[in-house]
């Protein structure tokens, strides 16, 4: 098949334009020109062809959308970017879909289309309860759960032959940037440490996507895509494991707060049974992050008490705590 990817060069579309390539078909690559996008394009290069454009424009996207056979949907404005710049993460996320969509339907046979959404759009969890399936409600309580919700909504009313995941923690080894902000330290200082959470390997994302295409019956349904049961944890479980792999070391309870958060447990039967796309667990990710690690975790180990105060500087909880000593 003739697979379009958008954001192709962003973490997951690598891990899915890899697994496209592996199973044989070929790839339309689309992503924005950044500098970070047009170095990581080089990794593939002479394998797929790279369109460079724009997602708000139908006119860089939809001549894209006119060749392929499929769509997988990576494309949007993440959190917290998101909150930050609600314009544009609106006409990115959802007019970005629409002009998709529009373009689809202009074929004589539409391609399906396989959309990344997010568990986060079943709202903040409390710890316990039954784990998340498809049929809960797609609830907007931020900028980019709106976002993913509506997306969801225009596909479900599109007519089109589509599949919707609402992905889990997919976390891997290369962290980018903005993994490493302060606003992110800050948000994961807030969450309750108790709070469940269902990771899954970017690799099984793609693999996932990679089968749906060609999966009919999983067309029209909305699966969700976790590690399965060796992939379930608490954030506390989560950060120490990881936090120890890379050197840091684990950060004392009371660093964390008491927020809830948008995570839990999958049920993801439904989404293995179709796709059988579960391979790596929590636990040899945390040996993958170790090796990747090999390197500098003799520095991190060294420079830990630095690192460690500088994060705990965005712990509101641990500032609080100092404050009231």
């Known amino acids: 098949m003739r697979v379009l ?4 060069f962003g973490r997951l579309g690598q891990e899915g334009v890899q697994r496209l390539l592996a199973e044989g078909h070929s790839v339309i690559a689309f992503d924005v020109p950044t500098a970070r996008n047009r170095k ?42 998101s909150e930050k710049h609600p314009e544009l993460a609106h006409a990115v996320n959802v007019g970005g879909t629409k002009n998709i969509l529009d373009a689809m339907k202009r074929k004589e046979k539409p391609p399906v289309i396989v959309f990344a959404s997010s568990l986060s759009v079943c709202g903040p969890r409390v710890p316990g309860g039954p784990p998340l399936t498809g049929d809960d409600p797609a609830v907007g309580t931020d900028n980019y759960t709106s976002n993913k919700a509506e997306c969801e ?21 290369k962290a980018a940037a903005g993994d490493l902000s302060p606003d992110v330290f800050r948000v994961l200082f807030s969450i309750n440490p108790d709070t469940r959470l269902e990771w899954v390997h970017p690799e099984d994302v793609a693999l996932a996507q990679a089968r749906a295409i060609e999966t009919p019956d999983a067309f029209g349904k ?9 992939c379930r944890l608490t954030f506390r479980e989560f950060y120490g494991a990881m936090f120890d792999a890379t050197g840091v070391g684990r950060f004392p309870p009371e660093a964390y707060g008491g927020g809830d958060y948008y995570c839990d447990w999958l049920d993801t039967d439904e989404s293995q049974r179709l796709l059988r796309y579960q391979h790596l667990s929590f636990d040899s990710f945390i040996g993958q992050l170790r090796e990747a690690s090999r390197f ?7 420079f830990s008490p630095l690192i460690r105060w500088f994060m705990l500087r965005y712990s509101d909880a641990w500032q609080a705590r100092k404050r009231e000593a």
Do not use: K
């Open 296 to 302: 500098t975790r003799p520095f991190a180990q060294l």
């Open 222 to 230: 909305i699966l969700m895509i976790g590690g399965g049961q060796a």
């Open 5 to 8: 990817v958008t954001g192709a």
């Open 153 to 173: 909504l225009l596909l479900q009313e599109s007519g089109l032959p589509y599949v919707i995941f609402r992905i889990g923690v997919s976390v891997g080894t």
């Open 40 to 81: 990581a394009a080089r990794r593939f290069e002479g394998r797929v062809q790279t369109v460079w454009g724009d997602i708000r424009s139908p006119d860089d996207i939809g001549p894209c959308v006119a060749e392929c056979d499929a769509i997988i949907h990576n494309a949007g404005i993440l959190a917290p970017l």
